[in-house]
């Protein structure tokens, strides 16, 4: 098992409020499941274990429905999972007017009539979120990955940590958690589609670890299902080699 | 199967993880007008990096290919029992819609399927700066919007000459898909609905990448130019009209049967099936 810190930096500017238009602000987290099945979308499914039919590029009926969500939860593939992320630039929004083009933001309009438009919050380019990787197989993830209803893009960056440790009492995670994936005692609940996720979240297990350059440990939740890994610590030229 | 050139020859309905990736410089031919008011084509945006940009949203430059596409296939009565329009009329079964993409929803056919878009983009950004906007007030008034009364607006001009960069990305593509969406690149000459205002543009396919994910940004390539883009003339592309016949008839093999398609109904087609 492997854990890395990992960034997600907008080059598009990214909506998905799902409300109505006119409270159309794109809240300042990223959810688990927006990430796994953006980062799924790009690598092929013999690597992620999932479903092809779910990447298909006619959804109807015959492979599940055409308005049925294709998850259950944020756990897209048993090899990989991403938490969610959290907004760590300032948060700024970056309005834009959007008229109707089939884009899913339809307005009817009749001859004569003023083209109707409306205001969608974005986050803006350069907006960085922060949360974290845990992989049990080499997977060589994308650099870029596309996310929210326009499908922007954004610049994904890995950076390996070592795992220093493993606990089984309780703990706060560095990262906002999944309480769909992972059991969550206390925390503070983020109302976000497709369903809540839950900030400062005091869990019972899971992994620390640790950069090479800064020398702050990083709590971080493994999925409920998942086995923690078996720490076994080899001196080897002063370093920590964990198998 | 792939060809040589690592192009698909036919066309799927599972994505088979390869990306075209075109670099497309958008240069403007007129001045551009900028309005506070109403739905904008070019924008400004102020990055960190990058500094102050105009910018085209990806919306603009989709919306404007989409309906070049359909324009083409009408005049070459594709397809032949059903006619394609914006916004609510999307046949679901002609090479427009399945390369943009389309919602049961909205369409007129009321299909029980969605296409997902095989045309991915991003947001056009300026190669240079932007230096001295010069921005005045004036009433709007706007005869083919019918936008009257004394609301103020903003306008900026966005220089003549000035060229933007994007990437137009086509996933899993065939020749005949690639040689639709180049050529309607090649044919943009105006973006935006106020032509009367909104000047002509020039729109260039720079080069392209062929790879197994998307590796290109406008964001990255305004600072850095890629030196590993190939030609798109080197791809030898067949002849528009014969790559819309083909493609208008490969569709009906992939849309699920009682839709007018000739695919398989309640009937999973595996991953073991799209490999043989
Ligand atoms: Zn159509």
Redesign the interface.
């Given at each position: 098992m492997k854990v890395f810190a990992c960034s997600i930096y907008l080059?598009?500017?990214l909506f998905y409020a799902r409300e109505g238009l006119s409270a159309a602000y794109t809240p300042h987290y990223l959810h688990a499941t927006a990430i796994n099945f953006a980062v799924t979308?790009?690598i092929?499914?013999?690597v992620t274990g999932l479903d092809?039919?779910h990447?298909?590029?006619?959804?109807?009926?015959?492979?599940g429905g055409?308005n049925t969500p294709r998850y259950k939860n944020s756990l897209a593939s048993d090899k990989f999972y991403f938490t969610p992320a959290r907004l760590t630039t300032p948060l700024k929004y970056?309005p834009?007017?959007?008229?109707?083009?089939?884009?899913g933001f339809?307005a009817q309009t009749k001859r004569?009539?003023?083209?109707k438009?409306e205001i969608l919050n974005y986050l803006?380019?350069?907006a960085e979120f922060k949360g974290f990787l845990i992989s049990k197989t080499d997977v060589v993830f994308?650099?870029?990955i596309?996310l929210g209803s326009?499908?922007?893009?954004a610049?994904l960056h890995l950076e390996e940590l070592e795992i220093v440790g493993v606990f089984e009492k309780e703990q706060t995670a560095s990262h906002p958690v999944d309480p769909l994936i992972t059991k969550v005692f206390r925390g503070v609940m983020v109302n976000m589609f497709p369903y809540p996720i839950v900030d400062n979240a005091t869990i019972a297990r899971g992994v620390v670890a640790k950069s090479q350059e800064e020398q702050m440990l990083r709590v971080i939740a493994l999925p409920d299902e998942w086995q923690l890994p078996v720490l076994k610590m080899v001196r080897n030229g002063g370093r920590t080699i964990i198998v | 199967m792939t060809n040589a050139m690592g192009f698909f020859n036919d066309i799927?309905?599972?994505?088979r993880?390869r990306y075209l990736q075109l670099v497309v410089k958008i240069t403007l031919l007129d001045d551009a007008i900028i309005r506070s008011n109403?739905?904008?084509e070019v924008?400004t945006?102020t990055?960190?990096?990058l500094g102050t940009r105009f910018i085209i949203?990806?919306?603009k430059v989709?919306?404007k290919l989409?309906r070049m596409v359909m324009e083409k296939q009408r005049e070459l009565n594709i397809p032949q029992d059903s006619k394609c329009y914006?916004?609510?009329n999307?046949c679901m079964k002609c090479p427009a819609c399945?390369l943009f993409g389309?919602?049961?929803e909205?369409s007129k056919t009321k299909?029980?399927?969605?296409?997902?878009s095989?045309v991915?983009g991003?947001?056009f950004i300026s190669q240079t700066e932007v230096k001295d906007i010069s921005a005045y007030t004036a009433n709007a008034v706007d005869e083919e919007?019918?936008?009257t009364g004394q609301a103020l607006m903003t306008i900026v001009k966005v220089p003549t000459e000035t060229e933007f960069i994007g990437v137009v990305t086509l996933r899993d593509p065939t020749k005949e898909l690639t040689a639709i969406l180049v050529d309607n690149l090649n044919r943009l000459t105006r973006l935006g609905a106020s032509t009367r205002e909104w000047g002509k543009v020039k729109t260039e396919i720079i080069g392209y990448v062929l790879s197994d994910?998307?590796?290109l940004?406008?964001?990255d390539i305004v600072q850095e130019m890629p030196a590993d883009l190939n030609n798109i003339k080197d791809l030898q592309l067949p002849p528009v009209e014969d790559s819309f016949r083909k493609v208008a008839d490969a569709i009906i093999k992939?849309?699920?049967e009682g839709?007018g398609g000739q695919?398989?109904?309640?009937?999973?087609?595996?991953?073991e099936a799209?490999k043989e």
């Open positions: 080059l598009d500017p979308a790009v092929s499914p013999e092809p039919q990447q298909s590029y006619v959804i109807g009926e015959h492979n055409r970056l834009e007017w959007t008229k109707g083009e089939n884009d339809v004569g009539e003023v083209l438009a803006p380019p350069e994308p650099s870029l596309r326009f499908r922007g893009k610049r | 799927k309905v599972l994505p993880g109403e739905p904008e924008l945006f990055y960190k990096k949203p990806w919306r989709k919306g989409r914006l916004k609510d999307l399945l389309g919602t049961g909205t299909s029980s399927y969605n296409l997902l095989r991915l991003e947001t919007t019918l936008t994910r998307e590796m940004s406008s964001y992939i849309l699920p839709e695919g398989k109904k309640k009937q999973k087609v595996t991953a799209e």
